[in-house]
């Protein structure tokens, strides 16, 4: 089958990269555009290592097609954040120990993104709720529900200071 | 999990997808949100040559309520539907029951025209729209027409959609009263065991009218019309509400699987419609 010549904007810069229509969005985004961030922990829709933001919503790459993705705006785990400049959610998730492989990290810091952007004051059971479509093995979630609290609290703080 | 191949077609109304489903026969399908139809592509058990893809299409998308009449496009998310405030207004629980489907990250894709067309016993939205009594808008190459929510199933995954339709619209009356949608479920992101949607009016202290779809209980949705009926003109009384938990039971046809025996999902179908009675009957 034909490959078609996809056009995205990924972490703010625009590719353009060659794909088959049926090829899953997480294949395109770890194969092709060597951004390994996003992880295929079931690939059956369920766990969400594979959590992307597109046009603003937080979707799970393995149950899209590439081809359903031509044109869209895409943001990884590493658009968000890099070694030398962690974004809060990656500070508060290293200071309380939001994270034990860290398999399901990047799609729990993706998704939490979104989440905060939607809700900047969510409670604990909000967050809880949000952040469903995410499952962890290892932490017991309390942790990484503390991680995202505490992260709302330091981007509330930091945007009254802004203002 | 790498699906068979296809070719992809994104048209950009509605008149431009049906050409499409015309042209291209029965290899042909329309891709909503995917999150029914990718999983059965991956697993290969759907296998197709063309997809259509409706998500330019802005004339299926939106929320609008009219004159008492709630207007939703099938394009419409899951999570639109949450968010809407004007929904939350008209017909509350469109919002309860979309709260109970899947995840956050499925809701986000997952459109209302998808779930309803879709044909699997286990989506929530069928039940929904058979107690809301819901009219589905379909377009085909012949034009338009209008089919009831209650007479649209006919067997698992076979609906009165013939192949070259789209479905466009779903339009029903804004709720008044007292409403629930009561789910059981193993764990979040699961289809039901049980699912109840229950709208009642209360006039004095009695029943006025009362509709109750039951969810994944048989291999269409089931709008439990005796179970309604044994409702209206009570107190709702405990004589009452076992008599409409006794005729919903005559009403579904469970099947085992690994949600359990036959008598076990009757057991939780009776829970579930009792809670969304009390529940129901708390808000009238
Ligand atoms: C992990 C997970 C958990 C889930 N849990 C639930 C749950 O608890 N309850 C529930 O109800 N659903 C659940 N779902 C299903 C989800 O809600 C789907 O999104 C929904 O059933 C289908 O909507 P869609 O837009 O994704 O449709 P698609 O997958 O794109 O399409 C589904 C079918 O409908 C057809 N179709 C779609 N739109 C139209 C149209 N406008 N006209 C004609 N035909 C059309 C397609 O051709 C296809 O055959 C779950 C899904 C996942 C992945
Ligand atoms: S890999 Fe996509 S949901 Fe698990
Ligand atoms: S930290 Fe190991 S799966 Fe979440």
Request: charged letters at 20%.
């Amino acid at each position: 089958m034909s490959k078609m010549h996809l056009k995205l904007t990924v972490n703010g810069e625009a590719v353009e990269t060659l794909a088959e229509p049926r090829e899953l969005l997480i294949h395109v985004l770890r194969e092709r555009l060597n951004l390994t961030g996003p992880h295929i922990g079931c690939e059956t829709s369920h766990c969400g290592a594979c959590t992307v933001d597109l046009d603003g919503k937080s979707v799970k790459s393995c149950t899209v097609f590439a081809a359903q993705a031509q044109g869209a705006e895409i943001t990884t785990i590493e658009g968000l954040g890099n070694p030398d400049g962690l974004h809060v959610l990656q500070e508060m998730f290293k200071e309380h120990h939001g994270l034990q492989c860290g398999f399901c990290t990047p799609g729990m810091i993706t998704r939490a993104w979104r989440l905060l952007q939607e809700n900047p004051n969510p409670t604990e059971e909000e967050v809880r709720f949000g952040m469903a479509g995410n499952l962890c093995r290892c932490t017991g979630y309390q942790n990484i529900v503390k991680s995202i609290l505490a992260a709302a609290t330091e981007m509330n703080a930091a945007k009254e200071a802004a203002e | 999990m790498i699906p068979s191949s296809f070719e992809y077609h994104r048209p950009g109304d509605v008149a431009g997808a049906v050409a499409l489903l015309s042209q291209l026969g029965e290899d042909a399908r329309v891709i909503a949100g995917g999150h029914s139809l990718i999983p059965m592509m991956k697993l290969r058990m759907a296998a197709l040559e063309h997809l259509v893809d409706l998500q330019d299409i802005d004339e299926m998308k939106g929320i609008s309520v009219e004159a008492g009449r709630v207007r939703i496009g099938a394009m419409t998310t899951q999570h639109e539907l949450l968010t809407s405030d004007v929904l939350a207004g008209a017909a509350p629980i469109v919002r309860e029951a979309s709260l109970q489907i899947a995840d956050p990250q499925v809701r986000y894709m997952g459109t209302i025209g998808g779930n309803v067309a879709n044909g699997d016993p286990g989506n929530d939205m069928p039940g929904l729209m058979q107690c809301l009594d819901a009219t589905f808008t379909l377009q085909g190459p012949d034009g338009t027409r209008d089919v009831q929510a209650r007479s649209f199933y006919e067997a698992a995954y076979m609906t009165d959609r013939a192949d070259e339709e789209i479905l466009t619209t779903i339009s029903f009356d804004a709720t008044d009263g007292g409403y629930a949608y009561e789910k059981q479920k193993r764990k979040i992101g699961d289809y039901a065991t049980a699912a109840a949607a229950v709208l009642l009016t209360r006039d004095g202290g009695n029943c006025a009218s009362a509709s109750i779809a039951m969810t994944n209980l048989s291999d269409t949705p089931v709008w439990s019309e005796a179970a309604g009926a044994a409702l209206v003109g009570t107190a709702l009384d405990k004589a009452a509400v076992d008599a409409a938990v006794a005729a919903m039971l005559v009403d579904i046809d469970p099947t085992e699987d690994n949600r359990g025996p036959v008598a076990f999902k009757n057991h939780v179908a009776g829970v579930i419609l009792d809670r969304a009675i009390a529940r129901a009957w708390d808000r009238a």
